[in-house]
């Protein structure tokens, strides 16, 4: 198995300008989960899905963000307009039962 | 929400000796798991070691093992006989057993430098 993968794994992006990262999850997971680490406030919970249907965007920061998961082996998370402040690394993770598998994360950055 | 305290930012240990790394949490339920999770520096999320709540003995994993002391809410990681490659952040994680939807809750984070 290949595992969680995610692309880009660096993105520099101009303020103002849309982002799009992309995630494979490992097949037969059920769940995937979008986190945003950052060294302020570390690992942050954006949103999960449960076959494929978003269950919890409540850590969204701002309707800037968006979450898509349009089958089970696919799933974006969408920045417009990006804003310096969204600089961090964007981790995915897929899971089956109890652990969780991460991506190697996208490190994101607005200039 | 629970919550997943480390209190310890940034921690050294010498290459082969010990050293123990400490997670506290806070929840009002009696069954969860609990997480190691290793960060090196290329990025990469590693699962270390799990420990289930309702299992008195001590997760082991190799050179890495846990102290879970369910009363005092404590979980804290023992790596023995350290390597240079051990050197990363490591993430202590809770998740409730009675959670549908696998939610987990990250600490801060603790680092670890491994001198030779």
């Known amino acids: 198995d290949a595992g969680v993968i995610q692309s880009p794994r660096h993105e520099v992006t101009e303020m103002g300008q849309e982002v799009t990262l992309r995630c494979k999850p490992i097949s037969g997971h059920d769940y995937l989960f979008w986190y945003r680490q950052t060294m302020m406030r570390g690992l942050e919970l954006l949103i999960y899905f449960n076959n494929n249907v978003p269950i919890d965007d409540s850590g969204m920061p701002e309707d800037r963000f968006s979450a898509k998961m349009p089958n089970a082996s696919f799933s974006t998370l969408k920045i417009q307009p990006s804003e310096p402040r969204d600089s961090a690394v964007y981790f995915c993770?897929?899971?089956?039962?109890?652990?969780?598998?991460f991506g190697s994360g996208t490190r994101l950055t607005v200039v | 929400a629970q919550t997943v305290t480390q209190s310890q930012p940034e921690m050294s240990v010498q290459e082969a000796e010990t050293v123990t790394l400490s997670c506290t949490y806070d929840?009002?339920?009696?069954?969860?798991?609990l997480f190691w999770y290793k960060q090196p520096p290329s990025r990469q999320m590693i699962l270390v070691i799990r420990?289930?709540?309702?299992?008195?003995q001590n997760a082991t994993e190799n050179r890495f093992s846990v102290n879970f002391q369910k009363a005092a809410k404590s979980f804290s990681l023992k790596i023995s006989d350290s390597q240079l490659g051990d050197a990363a952040m490591y993430f202590c994680a809770y998740r409730s057993a009675s959670d549908n939807f696998n939610k987990f809750y990250f600490g801060s984070g603790t680092k670890l430098n491994v001198k030779p």
């Open positions: 929840t009002s339920e009696s069954d969860y798991y």
């Open positions: 420990q289930e709540a309702y299992k008195q």
């Open positions: 993770a897929s899971s089956l039962g109890t652990g969780y598998t």
